[in-house]
């Protein structure tokens, strides 16, 4: 039986807007494996986004609890929280969130600033990781001297070069044609083969194509799953463990 990674456990987030009490996730429960590349798919509003920033220690919940690799992250302190996520995360924003005045470089050196490793080797490693992801000749453009699927390219070297287990992801493809989203979804692929597990928020379904397994969120209610979850993260739990 594969080993669970992530562990969702009736998560609830509530907000209060004015006088009103707003759902935003209720009772989520969610189990993902090593080397699951999952898609969290949803309309807009329906809570996917929340779950993410939830799942990645950026926002507590009202209630429930998130357990990573055994380890409860709203059990630790604020500051070890950040330690964690530094240490343990990948994250893929929607919007990309490159610095504008730091190069292609610059911007995938920036999870490897608290990192004990000489200057040359920092940029030596942001280097290789961006020459991974198909950027090796771009490394000093700025963000605005790119492509919008090259900035995305940017923003997944930065996510990955601190070789994190559990990569996130919000929209990764949702401002990209349908060509550049599929070599994105590609380079995904890629990484999830290397055996990282990939957590994906998106709205597109062709997307569900390209991923192990999908789950569907529906006014912050999880609704249902692929049904063939369970064996594919075993197949993907043999080949990346070799057990």
């Known amino acids: ?7 969702v456990k009736n998560v609830t987030k509530t907000y209060q807007s004015a006088e009103e009490e707003v759902w935003a996730l209720r009772g989520v429960n969610l189990e993902v494996y ?9 309309h807009s ?22 357990i990573i690799d055994d380890l409860n992250i709203y059990d630790l302190s604020p500051e070890r929280r950040a330690d964690f996520r530094r240490e343990y995360l990948g994250f893929v924003f929607q919007q990309f969130q490159l610095i504008p005045y730091l190069t292609a470089l610059e911007n995938v050196m920036l999870p490897l600033v608290t990192i004990n490793l000489s200057n040359r080797h920092k940029r030596e490693k942001a280097g290789e990781t961006l020459q991974s992801v198909g950027l090796g ?9 790119l492509s919008v699927g090259e900035q995305e390219r940017v923003a997944i ?8 287990p559990l990569i996130l992801a919000d929209e990764p493809t949702g401002s990209l044609d349908t060509i550049t989203g599929n070599e994105i979804m590609e380079i995904f692929q890629k990484l999830n083969a290397d055996g990282l597990t990939i957590m994906m928020v998106t ?4 997307n569900m194509h ?5 789950v569907f969120i529906q006014d912050g209610l999880m609704e249902k799953q692929e049904p063939k979850a369970f064996s594919a993260a075993c197949d993907l739990q043999k080949t990346v463990t070799g057990k």
Not at 1 to 7: A, D, G, I, K, R
Not at 157 to 164: H, K
Not at 210 to 214: G, L, N, P
């Open 34 to 42: 090593r080397g699951e590349f999952l898609a969290i798919m949803g």
């Open 1 to 7: 039986m594969p080993h669970s990674l992530v562990n």
């Open 210 to 214: 390209q991923v192990s397994r999908s």
């Open 137 to 145: 000749s771009k490394i000093n453009r700025l963000p605005n001297q």
């Open 157 to 164: 070297a930065r996510a990955i070069v601190n070789d994190p």
């Open 45 to 66: 509003g329906s809570g996917k986004s929340t779950l993410l920033t939830v799942l990645g220690g950026l926002t507590p919940p009202t209630s429930g609890s998130v």
């Open 203 to 206: 709205h597109n379904r062709d």
